[in-house]
């Protein structure tokens, strides 16, 4: 089954920063009808950040890999994923939801994205 076309009118010039994810992965010819592992991705400064980020991420069931600063990268780097159907009002909550979490864990959360599946 094809992305649905109401979702395909809701995502239409929609400044909405997970809609505009969503629009390019049906442009770039992902099914949104489809499970999706979409990647959630968060900065901390340093070590102790990362891994309270880390532990309230896995508390609410997502997978979650910690990265270690590198040259190019300096901060610790955070990603949670979850196997789910993208849907437009799902992510916008988990997106206000880790816009809050990562502020309690002093934190940043830096958005997400997804492999397209078709």
Known sequence: MPTPP???DRLA???DPDA?????????????SLPHVPEFAFDA????????????LAELDFDVRIFGPEV????????????MI?????LMALSAQF???AQTH?????????EIVD
């Open 99 to 101: 816009e809050a979490l």
């Open 20 to 32: 505009k994810v969503l629009a390019q992965m049906v442009e770039l010819g992902a099914d949104l």
């Open 45 to 56: 400064a340093d070590e102790a950040a990362a891994m309270s980020i880390a532990h309230a």
């Open 86 to 90: 993208p849907d437009l009002d799902a």
């Open 6 to 8: 109401e979702l395909l």
């Open 72 to 83: 190019d990268a300096p901060t610790w780097q955070v990603v949670a994923a979850r196997r």
């Open 13 to 15: 010039n929609n400044d």
């Open 106 to 114: 002093g934190v940043v959360y830096d958005g997400w994205g997804a």
